[in-house]
């Protein structure tokens, strides 16, 4: 029990510094959101979206070779002296082709002229890439909270130099006097524009790195070329996997400008789409906490007899918080969509689609656990790769007939699919009694109630004050719904509670 209390308490740490650190990460939107055109938000949405393929070239794989051999090789610090080495030349070596080829590279993705957002990119995927090992390390060595710590620090400097560049220095170089005038004039030109993202995350990565200098502290930097190879054989197969979860997740936003249905407002349209895709920031969330939390909870319930019925009610109700958020979410979208300027509204058609996408992508992750406690762990492989190609397929179809609307469409169909073929696969080889018929019927609730509210709304053309109030009911109205259907287990729970009570006072 000791050591699954200290893999949770690691497990909120961890989750924690993601958690906290997207939720930072956010409240960058609605600043840039105000402050660059959909075109420009376009810009840096792309070329963020190639950053997460080009990290896990950088990387491939070895972040979780270096764990594998970490447990399996006696010599801790060979281990890590290879790994930190390997990647550190490779990367240098990337980035350096990276920044000769700048130019080039950017006319290939038409960005003419612009080989210094090449430059930037490089920069930040080389920082990101050699402290990835150090990271490792630290999980490894359970610094949790050192861990969370720095991840964090990170964050929070990336989005002060942001708030300094795009927010404090226009300010100071218009009241042309004084201190911070000097400071905004010597550090700030308006022709870099949406470079200032870049430059901050450069500057806030390599910080980063100067940060973990101990972990780099007393390396010789050798390479043993037996250890190299035997790691890089077990990482390759990562990197396949890597690249096919990447795809599910980016790839619309990595080829939305060559497949759009108009070519001259395609980085608009894209800006409008990746904003209105942070609306789903809450559900989300909840999907990324559920990870972190769930893993080390499912293998301590793997020895107990009732596992399955555990897991089970776990999907229920996780089910049943997802359809809430995207009830609460839809219902009173007219205060979120405030979270993003006026002038990205216009895409918030994606956000329901893009919520239901979400939901099925956190039952996958709740599937998922069949094949880890199976250790048929290359399903999720087949998995990742399944929907890589689904998505490529589905992109190419819908975008250039639908828009940004066909991206939306295209992840919810992905995710939906891998969710049903995870399930049918899962129930063959480790059959779980999920309650299937009451779990749709939640998702179907809240879309019902969501229904009525727009039926409504456009019927009676209702006023605010009215459409709030008829809102609030139609929310309440899906817990009183689940209570009524599970009124026995929490009539259960009371009975138990009420009976340890009555026990504590005989005593």
């Not at 022709?191 to 200032?196: S, W």
Request: net charge positive.
């Amino acid at each position: 029990m000791s050591g699954i209390k200290k893999l949770a308490g690691q497990t909120v740490l961890y989750g924690l510094s993601s958690i906290v650190g997207r939720m930072l990460n956010y409240l960058l939107v609605p600043i840039y959101t105000r402050i660059f055109s959909p075109t420009e938000y376009g810009v840096v949405s792309e070329l963020y979206s190639y950053s997460a393929f080009l990290l896990i070239l950088f990387t491939y794989g070895m972040e979780t070779a270096f764990f594998n051999f970490m447990q399996k090789e006696e010599n801790k610090n060979k281990v890590y002296e290879n790994c930190i080495s390997l990647v550190s030349y490779t990367t240098a070596f990337l980035v350096l082709l990276m920044i000769l080829f700048s130019s080039p590279l950017a006319a290939t993705i038409e960005y003419p002229g612009k080989g210094n957002y090449i430059i930037w990119l490089a920069m930040i995927i080389g920082f990101d890439a050699i402290t990835a090992i150090p990271f490792a390390r630290l999980r490894q060595q359970g610094k949790a909270l050192q861990f969370a710590l720095l991840k964090i620090a990170g964050i929070v400097i990336n989005i002060g130099l942001n708030l300094f560049f795009l927010i404090g220095c226009p300010i100071w170089i218009k009241g042309n006097d004084g201190l911070l005038s000097q400071l905004a004039v010597t550090f700030y030109s308006p022709t870099v524009g949406v470079g200032y993202v870049f430059i901050s995350n450069v500057i806030a990565s390599g910080f980063t790195m100067l940060l973990l200098y101990r972990q780099f502290s007393n390396l010789t930097w050798h390479l043993d070329t037996t250890l190299i190879k035997r790691m890089i054989y077990y990482a390759f197969p990562l990197l396949i996997a890597g690249f096919a979860g990447m795809v599910n997740e980016t790839f619309d936003r990595a080829v939305y400008k060559y497949l759009a249905p108009d070519a001259n407002h395609a980085l608009r349209d894209l800006g409008i789409y990746s904003a209105c895709y942070k609306l789903s920031i809450i559900m989300t969330l909840f999907v990324q906490t559920f990870r972190y939390a769930a893993e080390p909870f499912f293998f301590a319930q793997h020895d107990k007899e009732d596992k399955k019925e555990t897991y089970s009610k776990i999907m229920t109700w996780f089910v049943i918080t997802c359809s809430f958020i995207f009830l609460g979410v839809m219902l009173f979208i007219d205060v979120i969509k405030l979270f993003i300027g006026e002038q990205f509204r216009s895409g918030i058609d994606v956000v329901p689609v893009l919520l239901l996408a979400n939901l099925c992508l956190g039952v996958f992750y709740n599937l998922s656990m069949w094949y880890k406690l199976t250790e048929k762990t290359r399903f999720g492989a087949y998995f990742s790769i399944f929907g890589a190609v689904l998505t490529i397929i589905l992109l190419f179809v819908l975008i250039p007939s639908f828009g940004y609307m066909g991206a939306a469409w295209a992840t919810f169909i992905t995710y939906f699919a891998m969710m049903v073929v995870s399930f049918v696969t899962g129930q063959k080889h480790y059959p779980i009694p999920y309650k299937v018929k009451n779990d749709v019927f939640y998702v179907l609730l809240s879309l019902m109630l969501f229904s009525l509210s727009v039926y409504l709304q456009q019927q009676l053309d209702l006023p605010n004050s009215v459409k709030w109030i008829v809102n609030i009911i139609l929310l309440f109205i899906f817990p009183f719904v689940v209570f009524r259907m599970n009124r026995a287990v929490f009539v259960k729970k009371q009975n138990v509670e009420s009976r340890k009570n009555t026990i504590g006072r005989r005593d």
